[in-house]
Structure formats: structure tokens, C-alpha cells
């Protein structure tokens, strides 16, 4: 299996841009999950899915933020209009319904100036 | 108070030394437990999941002690390649789909 995908790996925008994330999980694993991670607060959960159903998104900062899943294979987070703040990288993980352990995606580093 | 916590470090030790990490979780009704490894500009890895019982794969031995809600994991004869973050991850019981990462502990194996 080629793991969780992401794209793009690295991403670079002007603030007030629209950004999209983009995951392609585990064929067959039933959960989703995006994480964003700074060096001030460390790996945040952002929202994670069950089912491609959004099951907590009480990490999503603001409004700014949302997330769709709309079939198993695919999920974007977006992040319209950006900030400079939301420089991190985020990731994005998936596992099966039985197991526990999640399996990251390699991550998209974004930079907004 | 964070939900799980974890001295951030740097331990720096030399090649050999055995080193040891803990992390406390404030959820008492925490279920299940995990030691995550992340390497520089990398993403999150499964290294072990902890047991009540403990457990111990190689040079790694993870111990859970519930009644005090902390979570340890002990590197002996650490190798320049166990330089890394070290993540404690905690699952609760409610909520079970969702993982709690703690910051990190960083280690740095030195020749």
C-alpha cells in the first residue's frame, strides 16, 4: 500500500489567499484525521472523520477553516482566506475501525507571508 | 493543565546510556496508550503501544501505571539512531476515535 497521500508537500501563499489541503488515506481504514503541528503547540487535532462522516471538528480554530470528506478515498482541508499564523505543517492520519494506531501522511508544510 | 504532558527535554546522552521518558495524562478514564517516534521534518510513527502489564519490544521497555496516570518508556543502550521526538499518545474511552498527543520529548544520542 502506498500510505496516507498528501498534496502538495509544501505549499507557500500570500495571507488572505484560499489554501487547500489535500489526503488520500488507507484503502480501508474507516477513520480520518487532520492534525496541525507548531513548534509553540505542538500536534493539534484538528477534526477527524468516521465513515467520512465529520465526528469532532472542535479543533478547528475559526471559521476560516473547514474540512470535507466527501468518500472514503479523499478529504481536503481548507483555509480560506489564510493567515500568517496558520504557518505549520499539517498532517493528515488514518487507521482502520479495530485498531488504534494511526498512520500519518507525510505532511504539507504552509507557509503564509 | 494539559491532557497529556511531557517533560519537552533535550535529554542529550552519550552512545549506550539508557534513558528514560514519562508523560502523565489527566483523563482517568484514559483506555489505551501509545509511544509515538517522530524524526526531524518527518511525520508521526508508531513505535509501541503500552499494556498494563507493561511491555517490551528490544532495547524498549513501556510501562503504564494507571493509578498515578503516568506513562513511561525506558531506552536501554541507546544508538545515534534513537535520536528523535518521542510523542506519548493517549486514547480515551469516550470520544474513542480521538488520540491526545503530548508535545514530545526530544533525545539526542551523542558518539
Known amino acids: 500500500d502506498a500510505g496516507v497521500i498528501q498534496s502538495p508537500r509544501h505549499e507557500v501563499t500570500e495571507m488572505g489567499q484560499e489554501v487547500t489541503l489535500r489526503c488520500k488515506p488507507i484503502?480501508?481504514?474507516?477513520?480520518l484525521f487532520w492534525y496541525r503541528q507548531t513548534m509553540m503547540r505542538g500536534l493539534e487535532l484538528l477534526i477527524y472523520?468516521?465513515?467520512?462522516?465529520?465526528?469532532?471538528d472542535s479543533g478547528m480554530p475559526e471559521d476560516r477553516f473547514s474540512a470535507k470528506m466527501p468518500n472514503a478515498s479523499f478529504s481536503t482541508l481548507k483555509i480560506q482566506p489564510s493567515e500568517p499564523r496558520d504557518s505549520a505543517v499539517y498532517f493528515c492520519?488514518?487507521?482502520?475501525?479495530?485498531?488504534?494506531?494511526?498512520?500519518f501522511g507525510p505532511g504539507t508544510r504552509l507557509t503564509v507571508t | 493543565r494539559k491532557e497529556v504532558e511531557q517533560d519537552p527535554g533535550p535529554f542529550n546522552v552519550p552512545e549506550g546510556a539508557t534513558v528514560a521518558f514519562n508523560c502523565t495524562y489527566s483523563?482517568?478514564?484514559?483506555?489505551?496508550f501509545f509511544w509515538y517516534r517522530q524524526d526531524c521534518r518527518k511525520e508521526p510513527k508508531l513505535l509501541m503501544s503500552?499494556?498494563?502489564s507493561g511491555n517490551e519490544d528490544g532495547r524498549f521497555t513501556a510501562q503504564l501505571n494507571r493509578a498515578s496516570q503516568y506513562i513511561s518508556l525506558l531506552i536501554r543502550d541507546s544508538k545515534l539512531s534513537d535520536s528523535a521526538t518521542y510523542l506519548c499518545?493517549?486514547?480515551?474511552?469516550?470520544?474513542?476515535?480521538?488520540?491526545?498527543f503530548g508535545d514530545g520529548t526530544t533525545l539526542t544520542v551523542k558518539p
Open positions: 483523563n482517568s478514564a484514559s483506555q489505551s
Open positions: 499518545v493517549v486514547n480515551a474511552a469516550t470520544n474513542a476515535g480521538k488520540s491526545t
Open positions: 492520519a488514518s487507521r482502520p475501525g479495530t485498531v488504534r494506531e494511526q498512520y
Open positions: 484503502s480501508g481504514h474507516d477513520y
Open positions: 503500552v499494556y498494563s
Open positions: 472523520f468516521n465513515n467520512n462522516v465529520p465526528i469532532d
